[in-house]
Structure formats: C-alpha cells, structure tokens
C-alpha cells in the first residue's frame, strides 16, 4: 500500500461518482441535483462514504441510497485496483453542487443545457492530515431532463 496512490483513487472514484455515467451505478448523483433544483432548494448535497449518509435530510431517497450503496460496493475493488488498504481510510465525503439557473443552451442546440457540476471531496486516511480534491465538469443534457430528470436504469 502506498499512500500517494490514495490521491488518484479517490480523485478516479469522485470523477466517476459526479459525471453521467452508468458505469458503477444505475442512479445519477446530478439527479439528486435536479431534485433538489425542482423542490426550489439550494443544489447542494454531501455523501459521506464512511458513516452512509446524505445530507441535506430531503435528498435522501431510494434513489440516492441506491447510488451511494453502489459506490460503496464498488470501493473495495477500486481501492484494490490502487493498492490502496480501504481499512485505513478514515473519512471521505464528497460534496457536489451546480447552478442551474446560469445553465445555458450551446449554439445551435436548443433543446440542450450546458451546466458545471462541481465537487470537493474531504478525504483522510490513518495517521495522516486530511486532504481535499476539487473537480469541476460540464456536462451537457436536454433541457426537458431539467424537469423530469436523466433516465436511470434500477
């Protein structure tokens, strides 16, 4: 186990857990952003991966329990993969966030929205100062998806 590997697996797994991909999970971590954008709340949500909570309390939903059960499925083998003893890993939280009022449609795609997912994950393994990892992505949907959120496969 080397601790410089740390850095990258979990900077991989936060990358993996905001974008839009099905790749580890059905569920979608910027659909629990459009459900609080549609409830008129800020949209701003924080999984904690070593004590399995959601917080703010209204984004707790089958859904968003589904998709932080799959990452946590998922982070053995990837720690694994980085050689990386997930037992020594003491905190990480991942927080996301985007603005969807300053969204806007890309020339010549009307029925598109472009938009910044934002993330800061707080990490901290044995015997170590805890580190932070901030990402950013723009991701591009249909603007009707605003509303009824991207389709997710149970």
Not at 29 to 53: H, M, P, Q, R, S
Not at 63 to 72: A, G, H, I, T, V
Not at 94 to 119: G, K, Q
Request: aromatic content about 12%; charged content about 30%; overall charge negative.
């Amino acid at each position: 186990m080397k601790y410089k590997n740390y850095k990258s697996a979990i900077h991989n797994f936060t990358h993996s857990f905001i974008s839009i991909d099905y790749m580890k999970s059905g569920r979608l971590a910027v659909n629990v952003l459009i459900d609080l954008y549609n409830l008129g709340l800020e949209t701003k949500t924080t999984f904690d991966f070593v004590n399995k909570t959601i917080q703010p309390g209204k984004t707790e939903s089958k859904e968003s329990k589904q998709l932080l059960n799959d990452y946590l499925d998922w982070l053995p083998e990837h720690f694994s993969n980085h050689n990386c003893d997930l037992t020594k890993l003491e905190k990480l939280e991942t927080t996301i966030w985007t603005d969807f009022d300053s969204a806007f449609s890309p020339t010549r795609m009307n029925d598109t929205i472009e938009f910044t997912v934002n993330s800061v994950t707080i990490w901290k393994a044995e015997e170590r100062e805890e580190q932070t990892i901030e990402i950013s992505q723009t991701e591009l949907i249909k603007k009707n998806f605003l509303k009824v959120r991207i389709p997710e496969m149970k």
